[in-house]
């Protein structure tokens, strides 16, 4: 069974266009996360939502929302699209806010490419 | 601030050579988690290793081993024998005190192991 599953795995589009990409976890965890690795692998943290609640938001623009209807979906929105966010974008989920067993699992990675 | 340097860009073994990865945090805090990660070719992010600030056990799991030194503020990593397999990119992070979710990645190393 997938732990952390994200779709769509691609998603190649036009700039200006909007997009979603979605994130589910089974795990029962009650915090998830986007992050955003860029074309050298640098992995940086977008957003972060536990129980439904955002608690991590990072220097982006605004041009992207995410949304997180329960614990156990993350969805990201991506207006407008630019060159620039072409990028892989994970979904990530951990348990508990509070340090203890806070290793976070990634899904599968969207690789986006913005034409 | 927080930082993690991972000075290793790439690197090359011939299989069965033992090699280590290094990994430097700087952090001004007592309290915080180191974690190592692994992407392979796929793609997807796979956790390794969780330590926490107060365990600077070494810890050994097969072929892999973490020496954890706070007196240099290191965590590397060390793969006997290596194999194929083992290429990837390898990411060290480290998150804490006043927001255990927020991990800061290094930038990687990647490990080529050739037949």
């Known amino acids: 069974d997938t732990a952390v599953s994200q779709t769509p795995k691609y998603l190649v589009t036009q700039m200006g266009n909007d997009k979603s990409i979605k994130c589910e976890q089974n795990l029962g965890h009650d915090t998830m996360y986007w992050y955003k690795q860029d074309s050298k692998k640098f992995l940086k943290i977008m957003f972060s939502?536990?129980?439904?609640?955002?608690?991590i938001n990072e220097t982006v623009p605004n041009r992207f929302s995410p949304k997180s209807p329960d614990k156990a979906h993350l969805n990201l929105h991506i207006n407008s699209l630019e060159l620039g966010d072409s990028a892989v974008y994970f979904c990530a989920s951990s348990n508990g806010i509070s340090g203890s067993y806070n290793e976070q699992f990634f899904g599968p990675g969207t690789r986006l490419t913005v034409l | 601030a927080q930082k993690v340097t991972q000075a290793q860009t790439e690197i090359s073994v011939v299989e069965k050579e033992d090699v280590t990865l290094d990994c430097v945090y700087e952090?001004?805090?007592?309290?915080?988690?180191l974690f190592w990660y692994k992407q392979p070719p796929s793609g997807e992010l796979v956790f390794l290793i969780r330590?926490?600030?107060?365990?600077?056990q070494n810890e050994i799991s097969g072929r892999y081993s973490w020496n954890f030194q706070k007196s240099t503020s290191s965590f590397n990593f060390t793969i006997t024998a290596s194999q194929v397999v083992d290429s990837a990119v390898y990411f060290c992070?480290?998150?804490?005190?006043?927001?255990?979710?927020?991990?800061?990645f290094g930038s990687g190393t990647k490990l080529n192991v050739k037949p």
């Open positions: 952090t001004r805090d007592t309290t915080y988690y």
């Open positions: 330590r926490n600030s107060f365990d600077e």
């Open positions: 939502y536990n129980n439904k609640e955002l608690i």
């Open positions: 992070a480290l998150s804490g005190p006043y927001n255990f979710n927020k991990f800061y």
